[in-house]
């Protein structure tokens, strides 16, 4: 094996390769040898290793015939697995995951059932993995999700998780998990297991070695994951995250790209995470001195977008981001074209640009500043249409505002969002009043406080009219046209300073 790793460093691999499939092969040939699941774990564990490190090196030349070979070996070593199987303790079952998932084949088409057979191995044992086993199972997920048991086996995992130790998992392990979790469906993770990773999170930040203190992507990627399974850390966990991220930018070798900065500062706005302006400043101030390469813009447009969630954004800021993604790529280098961005993109500028719209009373210098960063946004593209939301009882919605006699427009877009329904007065001459049906969007780990991407929506809305948002269930089956009138009525002349007649023909 010793040989192996040192020829995958680019000295005659291929040849090295074919040497070991032959001792491997003919020692387990030999009437005398007995060769165990240990013996065969660490087999293909050393054999990915030395296969990851090839790739890497592009020490493999001839890739086909080495893939062949491989495919080859593996269904032998799968073989002389099967009857010892049943022996695999969960370490040895997860490593054999993990390397199986390393050398990318599926291991079902050479020996089919074997992987399953793994897989219930290490359920039957989870109670003794610990949190690099159960790293190691998470991180094997592509192959796993091909066999029957896949569901099962990652609701145990995320289960394990809450109670395993965790001492031997370090923060780049943690990312992994993290992030397997949040795109995993079938993980569906508990509170508690996900309080236990940001406690071990936690306690790695604190650490006074410097080999256990995160990089950068492990921070953005934990961040990031905790932002789609709508988990806010503790706001302790986040600002030492940060800081640790903001320390990073002061180390040219391991400085935060702008995917790292980007990923951060849009966890943070999605879970209404306070920041320290000094923090923004230094994250904000590395991403913008950085041309954007082709491909990068998002990271651009998800901080401005990240920042006016968070009410951090001003017309300085983002007239320097604009800037930046009007500086030609090198294949425009000759033209003055700027980098054409997707809609979505297109979309977070231009929703950022609406929060810094100055009110009507405010002074006219700042509404031309204001029309002015427009005009220079337009050019790297018009706005938008919104994306469409359509929530079943919009139907139910209008038919209960055409009984009481309003005057309204069914789906309609305001700005960059789409409204349910908008109730306009006759002549203009009352306020429109835009009608949500809400399908709440809450952070699970507390109580009532929903994500920063609902709160911004309904601001925004806010600004638009007088903003009434309906429950979604007040629409549901459950509910009658005349009962959602009757409900919706009092609400809205409420809103419409005590009569609705402004909104009748």
């Known amino acids: 094996m010793a040989r192996l790793m040192y020829n995958s460093r680019g000295h005659q691999f291929d040849a090295a390769l074919r040497r070991f ?41 001839n890739h086909q015939r080495a893939v062949d070979d491989l ?49 219930q191995q290490l359920m039957a044992n989870m109670w003794s993995a610990n949190g690099r086993d159960l790293a190691h199972v998470v991180a094997a997920y ?30 780049f392990l943690l990312a992994k998990i993290t992030y397997s979790l949040a795109t995993v469906p079938s993980a569906a993770p508990s509170i508690k297991t996900l309080d236990a990773l940001c406690e071990r999170c936690k306690a790695l930040l604190k650490s006074h070695q410097l080999d256990e203190l995160p990089s950068a992507p492990s921070i953005a990627i934990t961040m990031w994951a905790l932002s789609k399974l709508k988990y806010a850390p503790s706001d302790e966990l986040a600002t030492s995250m940060v800081g640790r991220m903001v320390a990073l930018c002061h180390t040219p070798k391991q400085q935060p790209t702008p995917q790292d900065i980007s990923n951060v500062l849009l966890a943070c706005a999605e879970l209404s995470i306070p920041v320290k302006q000094a923090d923004i400043d230094s994250l904000v101030h590395l991403l913008l001195s950085k041309t954007p390469h082709r491909g ?65 009373s405010a002074p006219a210098l700042r509404h031309q500043a204001w029309s002015s960063l427009q005009g220079k946004l337009y050019k790297l593209g018009p706005r938008p249409a919104p994306t469409k939301r359509y929530l079943k009882g ?24 789409w ?9 203009n001459k009352a306020q429109p009043i835009i009608l949500t049906l809400s399908n709440p969007d809450y952070i699970r780990n507390s109580l009532g406080r929903l ?55």
């Open 21 to 61: 499939y032959v001792d491997i092969l003919a020692m387990c040939a030999r009437t005398e040898s007995c060769v165990n699941h240990i013996h065969l774990t660490a087999i293909l564990g050393g054999l990915a290793k030395a296969w990851a490190t090839a790739e890497v090196c592009r020490a493999i030349q």
């Open 71 to 119: 495919h080859r070996f593996t269904a032998r070593m799968l073989d002389a697995l099967q009857p010892v199987c049943k022996a695999l303790s969960a370490r040895e079952a997860s490593s054999l995951l993990s390397s199986l998932s390393r050398l990318r084949i599926d291991p079902g088409l050479l020996v089919p059932g074997s992987v399953d057979a793994i897989a």
């Open 142 to 171: 592509s192959m796993l999700q091909l066999i029957p048991s896949c569901e099962d086996l990652m609701q145990a995992v995320s289960m394990q998780l809450a109670i395993a130790d965790l001492s031997v998992v370090g923060f």
């Open 296 to 360: 990068a813009e998002q990271h651009y447009t998800n901080t401005a977008w990240s920042l006016a969630v968070s009410g951090c954004l001003d017309n300085q800021l983002l007239d320097k981001v604009i800037d930046q993604l009007s500086v030609p790529s090198p294949r425009q280098a000759n033209t003055s074209v700027p980098s054409p961005l997707k809609a979505t993109g297109l979309g977070q500028l231009y929703q950022a640009l609406d929060s810094l719209q100055p009110q009507s």
């Open 394 to 417: 919009n139907g139910k919605l209008c038919s209960a505002l055409k009984q009481l006699g309003l005057t309204f427009k069914a789906r309609a877009a305001i700005e960059s969002y």
């Open 419 to 427: 409204a349910d329904a908008v109730l306009e007065s006759q002549g």
């Open 451 to 505: 994500t920063g991407r609902a709160v911004f929506r309904a601001h925004m809305l806010a600004q638009q009219g007088r903003l009434v948002d309906v429950p979604h269930q007040m629409a549901s089956n459950a509910v009658t046209v005349e009962q959602l009138a009757d409900y919706l009525k009092p609400i809205l002349t409420a809103a419409a300073g005590g009569s609705l007649d402004a909104y009748r023909k």
